[in-house]
């Protein structure tokens, strides 16, 4: 059962912007956080920007003040918003969501991933 959808991926020059979204299932119970990772070619996966539900933010360094994250924790959904995109940006970007699996314990959710490249 796919529990995390992304959408919004794409091809985009240097200097562009695109936004991801991520719609989370209404069986994932207890949400608490919502986050974006990216995976470049050859690189480890890394968190680039995550929010809980208190509304509180933290992005890599890489993307400050060029990405903006928002959510709607009632409609269980995640937003990225990525402005002055660069080569390096290029990645398949997966959103993540943290809450209770089935028994009630914690329980770390992956979507699929979207690509997004940027090139001239």
């Known amino acids: 059962q796919v529990q995390l959808v992304e959408s919004g991926g794409g091809l985009v020059q240097p200097g562009g912007s695109l936004r991801l979204s991520c719609v989370a299932s209404a069986s994932i119970r207890g949400l608490y956080a919502m986050g974006w990772y990216r995976q470049g070619e050859g690189k480890q996966r890394e968190l680039i920007a995550a929010i809980t539900n208190r509304d509180t933010t933290d992005y890599a360094d890489s993307v400050k003040g060029r990405f903006t994250i928002s959510e709607d924790f009632v409609k269980k959904t995640v937003d990225l918003q990525l402005n002055s995109l660069e080569p390096e940006d290029t990645a398949v970007y997966y959103c993540?969501?943290?809450?209770?699996?089935?028994?009630?314990?914690?329980?770390?959710?992956w979507g699929q991933g979207t690509q997004v490249t940027v090139t001239a």
């Open positions: 993540s969501a943290e809450g209770l699996g089935s028994s009630g314990s914690p329980r770390h959710y």
